[in-house]
């Protein structure tokens, strides 16, 4: 039995595709929370939180994640706010092995922008907003056990950064 391997970091970090990489490449199941909480919610995440409200994800977000964590042998990629929530964070923290995919403000920015798909920016999508965003959560992303400064480096060189960490435990 593998602890669940847990991705964390901002929008557009690359969780779930550098995720997907990983669980190939070290034959485990891949789950992305967000995906489960569209189709548990029948719903994608945007209008959920246009017409439920951002506290409803949030509850939904937890519910989602700790099931998800009672399984072994994942790699689970979260979305941007669920690490922030301290009874996710306590039972990542206890359980699993958790990296932080820390990707530079100017790439962010790049990625997310304009995109439909990502409510919290969409709002007003505009720079400072993200800055603000990885300016309050990095202290808290900070907490995972690893973090991965991802300049310069592309998807591939990601996932066997994180199999390194993984394959010593
Ligand atoms: C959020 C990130 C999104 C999604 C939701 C809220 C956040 O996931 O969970 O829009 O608070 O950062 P991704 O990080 O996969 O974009």
Not at 57 to 69: G, N, W
Not at 143 to 166: F, G
């Given at each position: 039995?593998?602890?669940?391997?847990?991705?964390?970091?901002?929008?557009?970090?690359?969780?779930?595709?550098?995720?997907?990489?990983?669980?190939?490449?070290?034959?485990?199941?891949?789950?992305?929370?967000?995906s489960?909480?569209?189709?548990?919610?029948?719903?994608?995440?945007?209008?959920?939180?246009?017409?439920?409200?951002?506290?409803?994800?949030?509850?939904?977000?937890?519910?989602?994640?700790?099931?998800?964590?009672?399984?072994?042998?994942?790699?689970?990629?979260?979305?941007?706010?669920?690490?922030?929530?301290?009874?996710?964070?306590?039972?990542?923290?206890?359980?699993?092995?958790?990296?932080?995919?820390?990707?530079?403000?100017k790439?962010?920015?790049?990625?997310?922008?304009?995109?439909?798909?990502?409510?919290?920016?969409?709002?007003d999508?505009?720079?400072?907003?993200?800055?603000?965003?990885?300016?309050?959560?990095?202290?808290?992303?900070?907490?995972?056990?690893?973090?991965?400064?991802?300049?310069?480096?592309?998807?591939?060189?990601?996932?066997?950064?994180?199999?390194?960490?993984?394959?010593?435990?």
């Amino acid at each position: 039995m593998k602890k669940n391997l847990v991705l964390l970091g901002m929008m557009g970090a690359g969780k779930t595709s550098i995720g997907k990489i990983v669980a190939k490449k070290q034959c485990l199941e891949f789950i992305d929370t967000d995906s489960n909480i569209e189709k548990s919610c029948k719903m994608e995440i945007s209008k959920i939180f246009k017409e439920k409200g951002e506290k409803f994800f949030r509850e939904e977000e937890e519910k989602e994640v700790l099931k998800t964590l009672k399984q072994n042998n994942c790699v689970i990629a979260l979305g941007g706010g669920a690490f922030l929530n301290k009874t996710v964070r306590n039972a990542i923290l206890k359980n699993d092995i958790s990296v932080w995919l820390d990707v530079d403000l100017k790439i962010l920015n790049k990625r997310v922008k304009w995109n439909k798909k990502r409510p919290l920016l969409y709002e007003d999508g505009n720079k400072e907003k993200i800055n603000k965003l990885y300016m309050e959560r990095k202290k808290i992303y900070k907490l995972a056990n690893h973090r991965i400064n991802c300049e310069n480096l592309n998807k591939e060189k990601v996932a066997d950064k994180i199999i390194t960490y993984y394959e010593k435990y």
